[in-house]
């Protein structure tokens, strides 16, 4: 029965942390792929708009970072933030099409993260 | 360096959680479910250690439902006879009245040297001598001799014996066990009384066994 209930508990404790990974992972892909799109959206409006959007990306990374590092691949993270910051450094030199290839990887990385805590046939299999 | 450090010591402590929540068995005694589940976590432990891109959260995750649903397997096999046949098979006899079974001998595919070989490690060296052999579910061969065959008991040549009691220490190292002074009922003046009796202190006892009729054994701390 101890045993029982130390099962029990065990099975609580990992589903807290599964669904709180999932959501946890989802919502800061989210925002930050939000960002990532007003950040290109603007450029053609303003370039010290996209600039500044681009900084307040990088800082939100650094915000979220922690949380992504205990529930997704470093790797991916990492990556993620390396493309956030060449975006601000290819808004700053005003390189649109380095722009746009950061653009896309940032994009690849937010998807790939949401991905792995996607539940679908496929992600089981 | 320092994260790996962590990281190991981390998961090592969810490593022998989950064996502990497991149960306590040695490898020969395991099921081979229990085996195959054990071997897993060590492996899944392996891999958030050896790569520091995967998060810890992740193996300690797939070790907890390991032990989840081992430990729901187990409690299934304990209530149901079904379940406990799906998941651990059941006993094959293999010598029935000194005569092997050599269709139950092929179904769990061990050859006569295998089976002669495992009746020798247990000292017996004539099949006829065998009243029923039984290769259980753990790989482990039980014996039981035909009558004769047996060694006499004291029971067998009306002996009157009593039970001596386990003799439990009482003292490690020069500490006290207490769980081991509730268990023989004992005191802890009654204790010192012991020790003043065979003119002992705690202190200079390396181990000191005592059974439930008082009778004790002392082995003094080498200085």
């Given at each position: 029965m101890k045993r029982l209930i130390a099962a029990g508990i065990l099975a609580v404790i990992t589903l807290i942390c599964c669904i709180s990974g999932v959501s946890i992972t989802r919502n800061c892909a989210d925002r930050i792929s939000v960002l990532a799109d007003e950040c290109i959206q603007s450029y053609t409006v303003s370039q010290k708009e996209s600039l500044k959007k681009a900084q307040l990306l990088k800082k939100k990374i650094v915000k979220y970072q922690p949380f992504l590092f205990m529930f997704s691949n470093r790797e991916t993270v990492e990556e993620l933030e390396d493309a956030v910051s060449k975006m601000e450094y290819s808004i700053d030199s005003g390189n649109y099409i380095q722009l746009i290839e950061e653009y896309y990887n940032a994009n690849t990385s937010i998807r790939k993260l949401k991905e792995a805590q996607r539940l679908s046939i496929e992600s089981f299999l | 360096m320092i994260t790996t450090i962590i990281r190991t010591a981390i998961l090592y402590v969810f490593v022998i959680l989950g064996i502990r929540l497991m149960g306590k068995r040695q490898i020969g005694d395991m099921q081979p479910s229990e085996l195959v589940i054990t071997l897993l976590i060590s492996e899944i432990a392996a891999i958030p250690l050896q790569d520091?891109?995967?998060?810890i959260l992740n193996g300690i995750t797939a070790i907890f439902v390991l032990v989840i649903l081992e430990i729901i397997l187990s409690v299934l096999a304990m209530k149901s006879f079904i379940v406990r046949k799906i998941i651990s098979g059941k006993s094959v006899v293999l010598i029935k009245n000194g005569v092997l079974d050599q269709r139950a001998m092929k179904s769990v595919r061990i050859t006569v040297l295998d089976l002669v070989e495992l009746l020798r490690s247990q000292?017996?060296?004539?099949?006829?001598?065998?009243d029923f052999a039984v290769l259980e579910v753990n790989g482990n061969l039980s014996v039981l001799l035909k009558q004769e065959h047996q060694p006499a008991t004291a029971g067998d040549l009306n002996i009157n014996t009593s039970s001596a009691g386990l003799p439990l220490p009482i003292i490690s190292d020069g500490m006290v066990i207490k769980d081991s002074l509730k268990a023989l009922n004992i005191t802890q003046q009654k204790l010192e009384k012991i020790l003043q009796k065979n003119k002992q202190s705690a202190e200079n006892i390396f181990l000191m066994t005592l059974d439930r009729y008082g009778n004790t054994n002392i082995i003094e701390r080498e200085n």
């Open positions: - | 520091i891109n995967q998060p000292e017996i060296f004539d099949i006829s001598t065998i």
